[in-house]
């Protein structure tokens, strides 16, 4: 099962454009989350490298749903502010719902909608607007909207209106938070979805007795890209003791080592150099740098790929 891959770009200064969550997304993505990605559009679109990242791993409901926007009358770069995705599990099924936030032509909006004679569904005193390519949004207030399937927003909906549990009661994942929310991109994955993630980046190395003993001890990751100076990698996997943090970098760089010597893919040999993995404390540390140049290579490579997800 492939995770939903980081979008990461930042242009500017961490200080100046930062991105936490808004409390209107918090409240309308259900707390089975497995990942949460939020972004700065504004930087976004200020950043030629975070563009090419952007065209690699941008997830397939997020492609849809800024042409459906653009087909509905929104311009995404210059109307939308902070873009929240979540994926989540809902009956063992993984699914999707995002969150939009900037100053949306509410009317103009609309007023497209009624000109195309598109009917929208009412739902929990809502309405539900088809935007094409199987996605649906509903406007939550004057600067907030959620879309996703229908299914999804339904059910986003539901959760804002008390009807199950929201992302806030979360602790595994709000615990996260702190250290990553101030930065422009951010993301945060769960214990489980951090176990897929590291088995995909260990490779064979994660077939060791070593590996299925800690897996367990994995509470979650976090991580952000910044591109003031090159590409800069940062992923903390996050673990209930340091003795499991210290086994993980160990795994990590013998991982790295197999890597290296089974492959002739130079691109792959670059990531692999561009790696430095440490551990603090209960916190596994991976961390690629490179400059712009060698940034397309790095982005090909199947390392950062992995790792990226």
């Known amino acids: ?20 969550m808004t409390n209107t997304a918090k409240l309308v993505i259900p707390y089975d989350v497995q990942q949460v990605i939020v972004v700065d559009y504004k930087t976004f679109y200020n950043s030629p490298s975070a563009m090419a990242l952007k065209e690699k791993v941008l997830p397939p409901p997020l492609k849809a749903f800024e042409t459906a926007l653009r087909n509905a009358g929104v311009n995404p770069e210059q109307d939308v502010d902070q873009l929240v995705f979540a994926s989540y599990r809902d009956d063992k099924a993984l699914k999707f719902v995002g969150v939009a936030q900037g100053q949306f032509p509410g009317q103009k909006l609309l007023a ?105 001890r994995l509470k979650g990751s976090r991580y952000k890209v910044n591109f003031t100076s090159g590409v800069d990698f940062n992923l903390d996997v996050v673990t209930s003791d340091t003795f499991t943090a210290a086994s993980l970098a160990s795994l990590a760089k013998a991982g790295m080592m197999v890597r290296k010597s089974a492959t ?29 140049t060698k940034f397309q290579a790095l982005l090909n490579s199947d390392l950062f790929k992995a790792v990226s997800k």
């Open 1 to 20: 099962m492939k995770l939903v891959r980081t979008l990461a770009v930042f242009a500017l200064s961490a200080a100046a454009f930062a991105a936490p």
């Open 264 to 292: 002739d893919d130079e691109k792959e040999k670059l990531a692999i150099d561009s790696m430095k993995v440490t551990s603090d404390s209960n916190n596994l540390k991976l961390g690629f740098k490179t400059d712009e």
């Open 112 to 216: 497209r909608f009624k000109k195309d004679k598109t009917k929208p569904e009412r739902y929990q005193g809502s309405s539900i607007y088809p935007m094409g390519s199987g996605m649906y949004l509903s406007l939550l207030d004057n600067f907030n909207m959620v879309f996703g399937e229908k299914t999804a927003v339904k059910q986003a909906l539901d959760i804002r209106n008390g009807q199950g549990r929201n992302l806030s009661s979360n602790s595994e994942i709000t615990d996260m938070l702190s250290s990553v929310e101030n930065e422009p991109v951010w993301s945060v994955l769960d214990s489980q979805g951090t176990q897929y993630m590291l088995k995909s980046a260990l490779g064979d190395v994660a077939d060791l007795a070593d590996y299925n003993v800690v897996k367990n």
